[in-house]
Structures are given as structure tokens and as C-alpha cells.
């Protein structure tokens, strides 16, 4: 069975940091694309950062560029997603997703192009 688990997500102050982790279940994440993704309460799910199957490759929403930095280890069958400075428009619930991909180094940031996600792990940013 193939499951996603998101863990690391919390409570910070703004301009703190978090690190959130997406650990694979019943697959290998080698074949996979992974991408991050957030949900703020009345929100429309949104597009954060991917990450290519060899890790050469990673794209970031304009929002987040500077501040997050998406990694992967597929020794670990996890991905890892590094956010500092974070801010309260940063609020929101965080899934990983997968997509499986035939090319090493590519991934994209559309949403509907991923087919496994996980159960979401909470972001808070507040003083």
C-alpha cells in the first residue's frame, strides 16, 4: 500500500523556522517526483515547491523562493522541506505528493499532475 506521511509541522513565531518531512510507505521514492503543497483554511489548495526524482531539479512557488529549500533523500525514502522565515500568510496545512515520473530530472508545479498525497501536517506562523 502506498502511503505518504507528513511530519515537523507546528507552532512558530514569525521569522522562525521548520523543517517538515515526507516519509514514503510501501514504494520507492526513487521513481517519483515529489512536490509540496498548502491549504490555508478558505483557501484553494496551492502549488509550495517539487523536487525531480535525482534531486537535480526543484522548482518553488514565487512566495516561497529565498525562503524555503525542498531536499530529498532516496537512500532515506523521504523528502525534506526546509522553511525559515517564515511568515503568518505561511499558515496552512502541508501535503506531500507524488508523481511518478519517467524523467530523472524534472518536476512541475501542477497540482493535478499527482496521483499519492499524504494526510497533511499543520504549519502555524503566529506571535
Known amino acids: 500500500q502506498l502511503q505518504l506521511v507528513e511530519s515537523g509541522g507546528g507552532l512558530v513565531q514569525p521569522g522562525g523556522s521548520l523543517r517538515l518531512s515526507c516519509a514514503a510507505s510501501g514504494f520507492t521514492l526513487d521513481y517519483y517526483a515529489i512536490g509540496w503543497f498548502r491549504q490555508a483554511p478558505g483557501k484553494e489548495r496551492e502549488e509550495v515547491s517539487c523536487?525531480?526524482?535525482?534531486?537535480?531539479?526543484?522548482n518553488y512557488a514565487d512566495s516561497v523562493q529565498g525562503r524555503f529549500t525542498i531536499s530529498r533523500d532516496n537512500a532515506k525514502n523521504t523528502v525534506y522541506l526546509q522553511m525559515n522565515s517564515l511568515k503568518p500568510e505561511d499558515t496552512a496545512i502541508y501535503y506531500c505528493?507524488?508523481?511518478?515520473?519517467?524523467?530523472?530530472?524534472?518536476?512541475?508545479?501542477?497540482?493535478?499532475?499527482?496521483?499519492?498525497w499524504g494526510q497533511g501536517t499543520q504549519v502555524t506562523v503566529s506571535s
Open positions: 523536487i525531480s526524482r535525482n534531486g537535480g531539479t526543484t
Open positions: 505528493a507524488a508523481k511518478r515520473s519517467s524523467l530523472f530530472r524534472q518536476c512541475r508545479l501542477f497540482l493535478n499532475e499527482y496521483a499519492y
